[in-house]
């Protein structure tokens, strides 16, 4: 098993999770179980593909769990536009959230 901490996808992708906890603390009440939900799983993903990626013994399994994970992250970066557009992130929430996205879907595909 390769330890996925060292791994600067899983890194970049754990800062992502975080901010996105933090950040949806002040989504509206009623988005706790919808938007704030859904984006904190889709970011959730992400990281735990990675770490999953990593424990399977062959290759092909590992790039199939990062796929996953860069599909999660494609929906992360959705969800974070919605947030936007619904006022629940301001722009600079929004763009620093995106380009931490850009950053990590640039380390997964490196």
């Given at each position: 098993?390769?330890?996925?901490k060292k791994s600067v996808?899983w890194?970049?992708?754990d800062e992502v999770?975080?901010?996105?906890?933090?950040?949806?603390?002040?989504?509206?009440?009623e988005?706790?179980f919808?938007?704030?939900w859904?984006?904190?799983?889709?970011?959730d993903?992400?990281?735990?593909?990675?770490?999953e990626g990593a424990?399977?013994e062959?290759?092909r399994?590992?790039?199939h769990f990062?796929y996953?994970a860069s599909?999660?992250?494609?929906e992360?970066?959705?969800?974070?536009h919605?947030?936007h557009r619904?006022?629940y992130l301001?722009q600079?929430?929004?763009?620093s959230?995106s380009?931490w996205?850009?950053?990590?879907?640039?380390?997964?595909?490196?």
């Amino acid at each position: 098993m390769r330890d996925y901490k060292k791994s600067v996808a899983w890194q970049r992708a754990d800062e992502v999770t975080l901010s996105i906890y933090a950040a949806t603390r002040n989504f509206p009440k009623e988005e706790s179980f919808g938007l704030t939900w859904q984006i904190r799983k889709a970011s959730d993903s992400v990281a735990s593909n990675i770490a999953e990626g990593a424990a399977r013994e062959s290759k092909r399994e590992s790039l199939h769990f990062l796929y996953i994970a860069s599909g999660s992250l494609t929906e992360t970066e959705y969800f974070l536009h919605l947030s936007h557009r619904l006022a629940y992130l301001s722009q600079d929430e929004y763009v620093s959230l995106s380009e931490w996205c850009n950053r990590t879907f640039a380390a997964l595909h490196g």
